[in-house]
């Protein structure tokens, strides 16, 4: 079992930053590719950026390229997520996930099995 916790949302102006993080405990995490979500209101849950644990490989959607960076502290078995820049249409609830690896990483909710309990974020105009 993997054990995740978020922290780090909250209410920002457009243009400002925040960093999200995700304390997992349970398993080492060297065979594992991890994940942030998010979901706005009335909205499926969506794939925001994707990290390989082992190797620092990512993955992000088009929308948050450039002001988005996904990263892991090995020692502190913690991931992150810089959000630069945010915009209105970044608010939403935002959650880590993490699998298994297989040959790529997932871009599905359904794909992960573990799951935080997720941080607000909320951008005003």
């Known amino acids: 079992q993997v054990q995740l916790v978020e922290s780090g949302g909250g209410l920002v102006q457009a243009g400002g930053s925040l960093r999200l993080s995700c304390a997992a405990s349970g398993r080492t995490l060297s065979s594992y590719d991890m994940a942030w979500f998010r979901q706005a209101p009335g909205k499926e849950r969506e794939f925001v950026s994707g990290?390989?644990?082992?190797?620092?490989?990512?993955h992000s959607v088009d929308s948050v390229k450039g002001r988005f960076t996904i990263s892991r502290d090995n020692a502190k078995n913690t991931l992150y997520l810089q959000m630069n820049s945010l915009q209105p249409e970044d608010t939403a609830v935002y959650y880590c996930a993490a699998r298994a690896y297989r040959l790529i990483i997932a871009t599905v909710a359904s794909q992960y099995n573990y799951w935080g309990q997720g941080t607000q974020v909320t951008v005003s105009s």
């Open positions: 990290i390989r644990w082992s190797s620092g490989t990512t």
